[in-house]
Every structure is written in structure tokens, then in C-alpha cells.
């Protein structure tokens, strides 16, 4: 994620120094953005998930105790990781298996979109792993403890 990120620092500054101090636009750095942008979103949904970083209506979870608080982490674990099957692997290896078929490529860089679009079942496939790693943990009776990170994103 952090080279990631460094390439998409460079990239944009590289364009706003060509668009203004060159007088013209490099023709390629809006499209690496835009697919940067898109792979650095994917992963970084999935290390947020890991992390416990991510959105989240707790307010029922946080009330049960006991059997339910685990029967409860296991069910939305178990439609994290059904979400992410049905929707990033599959939904997204489709998408792969139908842009390398017809041979579909970016306008500037002329790379195939199939490899864009990879990161869909990659970030899906993380996702399913870290669900099941929670739901192993649960039924371990281990405590998934959030990070100081997370506690300052839910006082937000």
C-alpha cells in the first residue's frame, strides 16, 4: 500500500507540474491515477477490514454478551466473507475473464484492462481469508481487540 501510494504521489505531482509549469498535460498520468486509485481503494478495504478499521454499526454487537456476541460475529463475518465471494471473486473474475477475452486496453497506456481489474478477486480472496481468521478466532473464544487506531476512528 505505501508503494502504491508513493507511485500515485509521484504520478500527480508529475501532472500538475506538466499541466502547469510545462504548459502541457502528460497524456498517461491521469490513467495511472485513476487505476492506482482503484487498486490502493480494493487493498485498502480489505487491510481496514483486517485491522477492524472499517465502517461499522456496532451498537447491537457491543450490547450481547456471551453465546450471542459469538453467534453474532460469526454470522457477520460469515456475510463478509459471502459478500466478498459472491461479489469481488466471482462478480470480479468475471469481469478479469471477459475483459481478457475481448482484448480490452487502456486509451494511453495501452496495458490490457484484465489487470486492472485483477485486484477485484484479489482483495475479495483477502477479505474471505481474514473473515474466516475471525471466525476461527471466535469460536477459539479470542477476543478480536482493536487497535488504538480504531478506537480513535470510533470516537469519530
Known amino acids: 500500500m505505501v508503494v502504491l501510494m508513493a507511485v500515485l504521489v509521484i504520478d500527480v505531482v508529475w501532472q500538475?507540474?506538466?499541466?502547469y509549469v510545462l504548459g502541457s498535460a502528460s497524456s498517461f498520468?491521469?490513467?495511472i491515477a485513476r487505476y492506482l486509485l482503484?487498486?490502493?481503494g480494493l487493498l485498502g478495504s480489505a487491510f481496514a477490514y483486517r485491522n477492524n478499521l472499517h465502517l461499522a454499526f456496532d451498537y447491537y454487537s457491543e450490547k450481547v454478551t456471551g453465546r450471542r456476541k459469538k453467534w453474532l460475529g460469526t454470522f457477520i463475518h460469515t456475510l463478509v466473507a459471502l459478500f466478498s465471494f459472491l461479489v469481488l471473486?466471482?462478480?470480479g473474475s468475471y469481469l478479469v475473464q471477459l475483459t481478457w477475452e475481448l482484448n480490452q486496453v487502456s486509451a494511453a497506456l495501452q496495458i490490457k484492462l484484465a489487470y486492472v481489474y485483477s485486484v477485484l478477486p484479489l482483495s475479495g480472496a483477502l477479505?474471505?481469508?481474514?473473515?474466516v481468521a475471525f471466525m476461527m478466532d471466535i469460536s477459539r473464544d479470542r477476543v478480536h481487540k482493536?487497535?488504538?487506531e480504531s478506537k480513535s476512528v470510533?470516537?469519530?
Do not use: K
Open 16 to 19: 500538475v507540474t506538466t499541466r
Open 29 to 31: 498520468t491521469e490513467e
Open 38 to 40: 482503484i487498486w490502493i
Open 89 to 91: 471473486v466471482v462478480g
Open 127 to 131: 477479505i474471505i481469508l481474514y473473515a
Open 146 to 148: 482493536t487497535t488504538p
Open 154 to 156: 470510533e470516537a469519530i
